[in-house]
Protein backbone atom coordinates (compact mmCIF):
# COMPACT_ATOMS: atom_id res chain seq x y z
CA UNK A 1 0.00 0.00 0.00
CA UNK A 2 1.42 3.32 -0.99
CA UNK A 3 2.12 6.10 1.61
CA UNK A 4 -0.17 8.81 2.27
CA UNK A 5 1.00 12.13 0.18
CA UNK A 6 2.43 15.22 2.06
CA UNK A 7 3.96 18.21 0.69
CA UNK A 8 7.85 17.79 0.92
CA UNK A 9 7.92 21.32 2.40
CA UNK A 10 5.91 24.17 3.85
CA UNK A 11 6.73 27.64 5.40
CA UNK A 12 5.37 30.42 7.61
CA UNK A 13 6.54 33.37 9.52
CA UNK A 14 6.04 33.88 13.43
CA UNK A 15 2.55 34.02 14.34
CA UNK A 16 1.04 33.12 11.14
CA UNK A 17 -0.84 30.14 10.55
CA UNK A 18 0.09 27.32 8.12
CA UNK A 19 -1.97 24.17 7.14
CA UNK A 20 -0.40 20.70 5.93
CA UNK A 21 -2.07 18.11 3.96
CA UNK A 22 -2.35 14.61 4.07
CA UNK A 23 -4.24 12.71 0.65
CA UNK A 24 -4.70 9.04 1.06
CA UNK A 25 -7.59 6.97 -0.29
CA UNK A 26 -10.95 6.23 0.03
CA UNK A 27 -9.42 2.70 1.63
CA UNK A 28 -7.55 4.51 4.20
CA UNK A 29 -8.26 8.36 5.37
CA UNK A 30 -11.48 8.02 3.71
CA UNK A 31 -12.95 5.46 5.28
CA UNK A 32 -11.49 5.71 9.07
CA UNK A 33 -11.32 8.65 11.39
CA UNK A 34 -8.39 7.04 12.41
CA UNK A 35 -5.88 10.14 11.21
CA UNK A 36 -3.03 10.52 13.65
CA UNK A 37 -0.28 13.88 13.16
CA UNK A 38 3.58 13.84 14.71
CA UNK A 39 6.05 16.53 15.33
CA UNK A 40 9.78 15.06 15.08
CA UNK A 41 12.46 17.47 15.72
CA UNK A 42 15.74 16.70 14.11
CA UNK A 43 17.09 13.25 16.61
CA UNK A 44 14.53 13.17 18.30
CA UNK A 45 11.74 10.42 18.33
CA UNK A 46 8.53 11.88 16.80
CA UNK A 47 5.35 13.38 19.44
CA UNK A 48 2.02 12.65 18.80
CA UNK A 49 0.02 15.80 18.15
CA UNK A 50 -3.53 14.79 17.11
CA UNK A 51 -5.14 11.48 17.14
CA UNK A 52 -8.46 10.12 15.51
CA UNK A 53 -8.46 12.92 13.08
CA UNK A 54 -9.06 15.80 15.81
CA UNK A 55 -8.32 14.74 19.32
CA UNK A 56 -5.07 16.55 20.90
CA UNK A 57 -3.44 14.33 23.83
CA UNK A 58 -3.01 16.49 27.10
CA UNK A 59 -0.64 18.41 26.92
CA UNK A 60 -0.58 19.19 23.48
CA UNK A 61 -0.56 23.62 22.33
CA UNK A 62 -4.16 24.36 21.03
CA UNK A 63 -2.40 25.77 18.56
CA UNK A 64 -2.49 22.14 16.65
CA UNK A 65 -5.54 20.98 15.31
CA UNK A 66 -6.77 18.49 12.92
CA UNK A 67 -9.58 18.02 10.19
CA UNK A 68 -10.85 15.59 7.23
CA UNK A 69 -12.86 16.13 4.17
CA UNK A 70 -12.95 13.09 2.18
CA UNK A 71 -9.83 11.27 1.52
CA UNK A 72 -7.67 14.14 2.64
CA UNK A 73 -6.59 15.22 6.23
CA UNK A 74 -5.04 18.43 7.31
CA UNK A 75 -2.98 19.57 10.68
CA UNK A 76 -3.00 23.64 11.05
CA UNK A 77 -0.79 24.84 12.95
CA UNK A 78 -2.01 28.40 14.11
CA UNK A 79 0.20 31.57 15.89
CA UNK A 80 3.67 29.94 14.24
CA UNK A 81 6.30 29.94 16.88
CA UNK A 82 10.39 28.69 16.21
CA UNK A 83 10.06 25.78 18.23
CA UNK A 84 7.39 24.38 15.76
CA UNK A 85 9.99 24.07 13.00
CA UNK A 86 10.30 19.77 12.71
CA UNK A 87 8.99 17.58 10.56
CA UNK A 88 5.46 16.56 10.60
CA UNK A 89 4.02 13.13 9.43
CA UNK A 90 0.23 11.73 9.00
CA UNK A 91 -0.65 8.32 9.45
CA UNK A 92 -4.05 6.45 8.64
CA UNK A 93 -5.34 3.27 9.86
CA UNK A 94 -6.31 0.99 6.62
CA UNK A 95 -7.99 -1.75 5.04
CA UNK A 96 -6.20 -4.23 5.05
CA UNK A 97 -5.59 -3.77 9.29
CA UNK A 98 -1.97 -2.00 8.58
CA UNK A 99 -1.12 1.62 9.35
CA UNK A 100 0.34 3.85 7.33
CA UNK A 101 2.31 7.01 6.97
CA UNK A 102 2.76 10.39 5.04
CA UNK A 103 6.23 10.59 3.61
CA UNK A 104 6.81 13.99 5.74
CA UNK A 105 6.63 17.74 5.65
CA UNK A 106 9.23 19.66 6.42
CA UNK A 107 8.42 23.05 8.29
CA UNK A 108 10.65 25.81 8.13
CA UNK A 109 10.01 29.10 9.92
CA UNK A 110 11.05 32.17 8.27
CA UNK B 1 4.84 7.93 32.77
CA UNK B 2 4.92 5.14 30.59
CA UNK B 3 8.75 4.84 29.12
CA UNK B 4 10.29 2.61 26.40
CA UNK B 5 13.29 1.41 25.59
CA UNK B 6 15.10 -0.44 23.03
CA UNK B 7 18.00 -2.27 23.21
CA UNK B 8 19.81 -5.04 20.44
CA UNK B 9 23.11 -5.01 18.14
CA UNK B 10 23.83 -1.94 16.38
CA UNK B 11 25.02 -4.11 13.32
CA UNK B 12 23.62 -6.66 11.45
CA UNK B 13 25.78 -8.60 8.62
CA UNK B 14 23.13 -8.79 5.61
CA UNK B 15 21.24 -12.25 5.09
CA UNK B 16 21.32 -12.51 8.80
CA UNK B 17 18.85 -11.48 11.30
CA UNK B 18 18.09 -8.85 13.14
CA UNK B 19 16.54 -8.54 16.83
CA UNK B 20 15.52 -6.13 19.18
CA UNK B 21 13.83 -5.99 22.60
CA UNK B 22 11.64 -3.40 24.08
CA UNK B 23 11.90 -2.78 27.52
CA UNK B 24 8.43 -1.05 29.12
CA UNK B 25 8.72 0.98 32.26
CA UNK B 26 5.85 2.84 34.41
CA UNK B 27 2.92 0.38 32.63
CA UNK B 28 2.26 -3.26 32.75
CA UNK B 29 2.75 -4.35 29.34
CA UNK B 30 -0.45 -6.55 30.43
CA UNK B 31 -2.75 -3.50 29.85
CA UNK B 32 -4.76 -3.60 27.52
CA UNK B 33 -3.24 -1.69 24.61
CA UNK B 34 -1.25 -2.79 21.74
CA UNK B 35 2.81 -2.48 21.77
CA UNK B 36 4.80 -2.13 18.47
CA UNK B 37 7.50 -0.95 16.36
CA UNK B 38 8.32 1.98 13.56
CA UNK B 39 11.27 2.27 12.03
CA UNK B 40 12.78 5.02 10.04
CA UNK B 41 15.91 4.86 7.69
CA UNK B 42 18.41 7.55 7.66
CA UNK B 43 16.93 10.68 6.23
CA UNK B 44 13.73 8.92 5.21
CA UNK B 45 10.03 9.14 6.74
CA UNK B 46 8.53 6.61 8.94
CA UNK B 47 7.57 3.10 8.39
CA UNK B 48 5.35 0.84 10.56
CA UNK B 49 6.61 -2.78 11.39
CA UNK B 50 4.03 -4.30 13.59
CA UNK B 51 1.99 -4.15 16.76
CA UNK B 52 1.13 -6.99 19.29
CA UNK B 53 -1.20 -7.26 22.09
CA UNK B 54 -0.14 -9.21 25.88
CA UNK B 55 -2.77 -11.71 24.20
CA UNK B 56 -0.51 -12.14 21.74
CA UNK B 57 -2.89 -10.81 19.15
CA UNK B 58 -0.32 -9.20 16.38
CA UNK B 59 -0.63 -6.99 13.32
CA UNK B 60 1.58 -7.03 10.57
CA UNK B 61 2.89 -4.20 7.74
CA UNK B 62 2.12 -6.78 4.84
CA UNK B 63 5.30 -5.81 2.58
CA UNK B 64 7.07 -7.29 6.00
CA UNK B 65 5.04 -10.02 6.81
CA UNK B 66 6.55 -12.49 5.44
CA UNK B 67 10.20 -11.75 7.55
CA UNK B 68 9.00 -10.13 10.37
CA UNK B 69 7.88 -11.78 14.16
CA UNK B 70 6.89 -9.64 17.29
CA UNK B 71 6.93 -11.75 20.46
CA UNK B 72 6.21 -10.39 24.07
CA UNK B 73 7.51 -11.29 27.53
CA UNK B 74 4.96 -10.15 30.17
CA UNK B 75 7.41 -11.82 32.92
CA UNK B 76 9.92 -9.37 31.58
CA UNK B 77 7.56 -5.96 30.96
CA UNK B 78 9.09 -6.31 27.29
CA UNK B 79 8.22 -7.51 23.62
CA UNK B 80 10.61 -8.23 20.95
CA UNK B 81 10.73 -7.73 17.11
CA UNK B 82 12.57 -10.36 14.72
CA UNK B 83 13.46 -9.75 11.42
CA UNK B 84 15.18 -12.15 8.97
CA UNK B 85 17.02 -12.22 5.84
CA UNK B 86 17.87 -8.44 6.24
CA UNK B 87 19.61 -6.23 3.77
CA UNK B 88 21.05 -2.70 3.35
CA UNK B 89 17.28 -1.34 3.04
CA UNK B 90 16.58 -2.37 6.53
CA UNK B 91 19.19 0.17 8.14
CA UNK B 92 17.11 2.40 9.81
CA UNK B 93 16.56 3.86 13.44
CA UNK B 94 14.42 1.23 14.84
CA UNK B 95 11.25 2.58 17.66
CA UNK B 96 9.43 0.64 19.77
CA UNK B 97 6.14 2.58 20.98
CA UNK B 98 2.71 1.95 22.94
CA UNK B 99 -0.92 1.95 20.23
CA UNK B 100 -3.60 2.36 22.80
CA UNK B 101 -6.36 1.42 20.46
CA UNK B 102 -7.98 -1.75 19.95
CA UNK B 103 -6.23 -1.43 15.68
CA UNK B 104 -3.47 -0.31 14.35
CA UNK B 105 -3.75 3.53 15.25
CA UNK B 106 -1.47 5.88 16.84
CA UNK B 107 1.47 6.12 19.37
CA UNK B 108 1.15 7.96 22.19
CA UNK B 109 4.26 6.82 23.84
CA UNK B 110 8.01 6.36 21.98
CA UNK B 111 11.28 4.98 22.89
CA UNK B 112 14.15 6.93 22.02
CA UNK B 113 14.85 4.89 18.90
CA UNK B 114 18.14 2.38 18.47
CA UNK B 115 20.07 2.54 14.68
CA UNK B 116 20.87 -0.81 13.30
CA UNK B 117 22.58 -0.71 10.30
CA UNK B 118 22.83 -3.59 7.74
CA UNK B 119 26.11 -4.40 6.53
CA UNK B 120 28.98 -6.48 6.04
Known amino acids: QSALTQPASVSGSPGQSITISCTGT?????????VSWYQQHPGKAPKLLICDVSDRPSGVSTRFSGSKFGNTASLTISGLQAEDEADYYCSSYTTNTSLIFGGGTKLTVL | QVQLQESGPGLVKPAETLSLTCTVS?????????WGWIRQPPGKGLEWIGSIHHSGSTYYNPSLKSRVTISVDTSKNQFSLKLISVSATDTAIYYC?????????????WGQGTLVTVSS
Open chain 2, 97 to 109: GRDPDYVPNHFDF
Open chain 2, 26 to 34: GSSINNDTY
Open chain 1, 26 to 34: NSDIGLYNY
